[in-house]
């Protein structure tokens, strides 16, 4: 059974940082990429950050320069450093693995950047 598994979510000051980790454990695929997307209140859900197993990274304009994506291809876990939070960085954010098959997302966890 696959898991994709996020935590490190949670309430924030704006300009504050939160650091979101995620496992990926059971694919029977090749995890060829993993990364975060939000979905706010009302909006659809984007694309925050990608990072592919050979290490080439891309960022949503809105957090490039503020967010950085690291992975480990031998655990097979993400992690997405976020620092200088704006109150429109609040969402819901997903960890997804891009395999060879079908593309796994986690459960979400909820980000809050409220004074």
């Known amino acids: 059974q696959v898991q994709v598994v996020e935590s490190g979510g949670g309430l924030v000051q704006p300009g504050g940082s939160l650091r979101l980790s995620c496992a990926a454990s059971g694919s029977p695929f090749s995890i060829d990429a993993m990364g975060w997307s939000r979905q706010a209140p009302g909006k659809e859900r984007e694309l925050v950050a990608r990072?592919?197993?050979?290490?080439?990274?891309n960022y949503a304009s809105s957090v490039r320069g503020r967010f950085t994506i690291s992975r480990d291809n031998a655990k097979n876990t993400v992690t997405l450093q976020m620092n200088s939070l704006k109150p429109e960085d609040t969402a819901v954010y997903y960890c997804?693995?891009?395999?060879?098959?079908?593309?796994?997302w986690g459960q979400g966890t909820q980000v809050t950047v409220s004074s």
């Open positions: 997804n693995a891009i395999t060879s098959g079908p593309i796994y």
């Open positions: 990072i592919s197993s050979g290490g080439r990274i």
